[in-house]
C-alpha cells in the first residue's frame, strides 16, 4: 500500500507570481497531479495528447521546464535515465527500483537537518537535498524473480549505521 500523497486538486493550478497559466500548462499539470507516478515528458505528452490534440512535444518540455522552474512541479534525475516529475512538494526521496523502473516516493518520518544526518564539512550549506535509492520496489519485491536483479547487501552494511568518516579540511 503506498503512502498517501498531500496533492493539491486537479484543477487548482497553483496561482502565484510568475509565469501565465495557459490551457497547455494547465494540461501538463493535471497530467502530473492525476497520477503518483513521475511520468517523463513523454509520458507527459502522450497523456496530455488525448485532451490536447495540438499539443506538441516541445510545448510539453517546455512546461514542464516553467513548472518545474516556478517550484510547482519537481524533476527528478537518477543517472543517465529521462528526467521524470514530481507533483509531490512535500520532503521525501525517491526509490528507483532497478526491476521495473518505477519510482516511488518514500515519506520522510522525522525531518532532520541535513547536518544531523550527514557529516558536512566545515562552512558547507545545504538548500536542498535530493536524497535516491535503488532497489526493489513493493510490486517486484513479491516476485521471485526480482531477487536476482537486485544482489542482496552483505550482512554487516544491515547492521552498521551508515555514516561516512568526515571529511579532512581542505
Known sequence: MSPSLDLAPSDALPVKKGPRQTEQRKAVFEALMARADHPSAVEVFLRVKTRVPSISLATVYNCLETLAASGQVRMVNHE???????????????????????????????????????????????????????????????????????????????????????????
Not at 108 to 136: A, N
Request: hydrophobic share 25%.
Open 80 to 170: 543517465r535515465e529521462p528526467s521524470r516529475y514530481c507533483a509531490n512538494l512535500s520532503e521525501h526521496a525517491h526509490l528507483f527500483c532497478s526491476h521495473c523502473g518505477s519510482v516511488t516516493d518514500l515519506p520522510v518520518h522525522t525531518p532532520m537537518p541535513p547536518d544531523q544526518i550527514w557529516y558536512l564539512p566545515e562552512g558547507v550549506t545545504i538548500s536542498q537535498q535530493e536524497v535516491s535509492f535503488r532497489g526493489t520496489c513493493a510490486k517486484c519485491g513479491q516476485h521471485p524473480h526480482s531477487a536476482a536483479q537486485a544482489p542482496p547487501l552483505p550482512p554487516h552494511s544491515r547492521t552498521a549505521p551508515l555514516r561516512p568518516s568526515p571529511l579532512p579540511p581542505i
